[in-house]
C-alpha cells in the first residue's frame, strides 16, 4: 500500500505527459498529489518543513535566474547574427553533418553544462544545431542529447552529494561513474549520429556516433585520474572538441577559409567570460575560505546575464526581452514545481519508502536500482536533487544485498542524472530555444525518454553483472 501510495505522484506525472499533457499542468498535478499523499499518509513537523524551504529556496532562485540567464544570452546571440557566424565558422572547419553534431553532443554541449550546469550547455548547443541543417524537431532532441555527462555538470556537486552520502571517496566515485559512462556516451552519439546522417550513410554514422562515444568516456575517466573529478567533464570535453575539429578538417588550406566575423568573436568572448568567470570565482571562493553567502558570485545564474550584457554592452533590444521574459514564463514554472515535488518527496519519505519497497524484492532489485535514481533526475532535473532524495538510501540497500557499493552507486549517479534530459524542465527549456520547436514538444518528450530508459535498463543488466560476479 505505502509502496503504491509513494510512487503516485511520479506516476501520474508520466501518464498524463504520456498522454500529451502539456509540462506545466503534469507539474502542478504532481505536487497537488504529492501533498493529497503527504496529508494522508506522510505528514511531517513544520519544522521540518520550514528547514526543507530554507535549505531548498536558495537553490530554486539559482536555478530561475540560470533558466533566465541563459535564455538572455541565447536570444542576444541569436538576434544579432552572431550565433549563425559561429555556426558557419565551425562548419568550415568541421565539415557538415554526423561529425559537426558529434561536436557539439560530446563536445561543446558537455564542455559548458560540465562548467556551468542546470541545462545551460542547452542553450548554446542548440543554436548552433540551428544552422546545421535539420529540421527542428531533430535540432532539440539531438540538442538534449547533449546532456550525457551531468554527473560533472557545475563541477560535480551532484556526484559530491552521492559519494558523501554513501561514504565513498568523490574521486573514486567519480572514476567509476565515467566507466559506466560509456553507456549514455555510446547511445547518446549512436542516436545523434543516426538523426544527421544522410541517406545511405547510416552504418557510418553509428560508427562514428559510438568511437565519439568511447572517446569521451576514455576523456573523462582520464582526466578525472590524473586532475580529479570536478574539471572531469571540462576538461574532457575539451579533448573531445580538439579530436574532432583535427578529424573534420576538410582539405582545402585554412587562408581559404573565411575568418570568424566579428559578431561571432564577440560570441567567443561572452562565452569565454561565462566559463572563465565561473572558474575564476568558484577559485576565488575557496581560495578565501569565503561562506557560503558569497556562493552567488560563482554562480552560472550571475555569469550568464554578465555574459549577455558584455555582448550587447548594455543594450538589449527590446523584443528580445519580450521574447526571454515569455520564454522564461514557460519554462521557470515547470522548472519550479518539479524541483517541488522533488523536496515534497524527499522530506516526506515518500522517496525513501518507494526505493525500500522497491528493495523488497531481493537480488532483483539490482535490475531495478537505476531506474529509481532516473526517477529522481526526472522528477527533479537535478544531479543534485536526485542524490539527495535516494543516495543514502540506495546506498543502504546496496549493503543489505551484499552488492559492491562502488560500482552499485556509480550506476546509480548516472542513471541519476540521465534522465535530466528527459525530464520536463529541460524539455521545455530545449523547445522554447527553437521557434519552431515548441510544436515538436510530444514528439521530443517521447523519443528522449526511449533512448534514455534503454540506456538506464543496460546500466540494470551491468549492475546486475556486477553484483553477481
Known amino acids: 500500500m505505502y509502496m503504491f501510495i509513494s510512487a503516485l505522484p511520479v506516476a501520474t506525472v508520466i501518464a498524463v505527459l504520456l498522454a500529451g499533457w502539456r509540462s506545466l499542468h503534469a507539474a502542478a498535478l504532481g505536487v497537488a498529489v504529492a501533498l493529497l499523499v503527504i496529508a494522508l499518509a506522510f505528514a511531517q513537523p513544520a519544522s521540518t518543513w520550514l528547514a526543507a524551504g530554507m535549505h531548498w529556496a536558495p537553490v530554486l532562485l539559482e536555478v530561475l535566474l540560470i533558466v533566465a540567464g541563459g535564455l538572455l544570452l541565447s536570444e542576444v546571440l541569436r538576434e544579432s547574427g552572431a550565433q549563425k557566424a559561429l555556426a558557419d565558422w565551425l ?61 560533472w555538470g557545475s563541477m560535480g556537486p551532484g556526484t559530491l552529494v552521492a559519494a558523501t552520502m554513501a561514504g565513498l571517496p568523490f574521486k573514486e566515485l567519480g572514476q567509476a561513474s565515467a566507466l559506466v559512462s560509456v553507456i549514455p556516451f555510446v547511445i547518446t552519439g549512436m542516436a545523434a549520429a543516426a538523426l544527421a546522417s544522410a541517406p545511405g550513410r547510416r552504418w557510418p554514422a553509428l560508427l562514428q556516433g559510438l ?57 567567443l568572448a561572452a562565452y569565454a567570460l561565462l566559463l572563465g568567470g565561473v572558474l575564476a570565482a568558484a577559485a576565488l571562493l575557496r581560495t578565501l575560505e569565503l561562506p557560503a553567502t558569497w556562493h552567488g558570485l560563482a554562480s552560472p545564474g550571475l555569469w550568464l546575464l554578465v555574459a549577455a550584457v558584455f555582448f550587447t554592452r548594455g543594450r538589449p533590444a527590446r523584443p528580445s526581452l519580450a521574447k526571454v521574459w515569455r520564454s522564461w514564463l514557460q519554462v521557470a514554472p515547470v522548472t519550479a514545481l518539479f524541483i517541488v515535488l522533488g523536496v515534497l518527496m524527499a522530506v516526506s519519505g515518500m522517496a525513501a519508502q518507494l ?115
Open 355 to 469: 526505493a525500500q519497497a522497491l528493495a523488497r524484492s531481493g537480488p532483483l532489485y539490482l535490475l531495478a536500482a537505476p531506474f529509481v535514481g532516473a526517477l529522481g533526475g526526472f522528477v527533479t532535473g537535478s544531479n543534485t536533487g536526485a542524490n539527495a532524495m535516494f543516495a543514502a538510501t540506495q546506498a543502504e540497500i546496496a549493503q543489505a544485498l551484499g552488492a559492491p557499493l562502488l560500482p552499485f552507486m556509480a550506476v546509480h549517479n548516472v542513471s541519476a542524472s540521465l534522465l535530466l534530459m528527459a525530464s520536463p524542465g529541460k524539455v521545455e527549456m530545449a523547445v522554447q530555444l527553437l521557434a519552431q520547436g515548441a510544436a515538436q514538444r510530444r514528439w521530443v518528450q517521447q523519443s528522449v525518454l526511449m533512448l534514455d530508459l534503454a540506456a538506464v535498463a543496460l546500466m540494470g543488466v551491468l549492475n546486475w553483472s556486477w553484483a553477481r560476479a
Open 211 to 267: 568511437l565519439s562515444g568511447l572517446l569521451l568516456t576514455a576523456a573523462v575517466a582520464l582526466v578525472n585520474t590524473l586532475a580529479g573529478t570536478a574539471p572531469a567533464g571540462a576538461l574532457g570535453a575539451l579533448l573531445v572538441v580538439g579530436w574532432h575539429l583535427l578529424r573534420l578538417r576538410v582539405s582545402r588550406a585554412d587562408a581559404d577559409k573565411p575568418p570568424l566575423s566579428a559578431p561571432g568573436r564577440r560570441a
Open 91 to 151: 562548419l568550415a572547419r568541421a565539415g557538415s553533418g554526423t561529425g559537426a553534431v558529434l561536436l557539439v553532443v560530446h563536445g561543446i554541449t558537455p564542455f559548458a553544462e560540465s562548467v556551468t550546469g542546470f541545462g545551460v550547455g542547452v542553450t548554446i548547443g542548440i543554436p548552433l544545431l540551428a544552422h546545421f541543417g535539420l529540421s527542428p524537431r531533430k535540432v532539440v532532441l539531438i540538442g538534449l542529447l547533449g546532456l550525457c555527462a551531468v554527473p
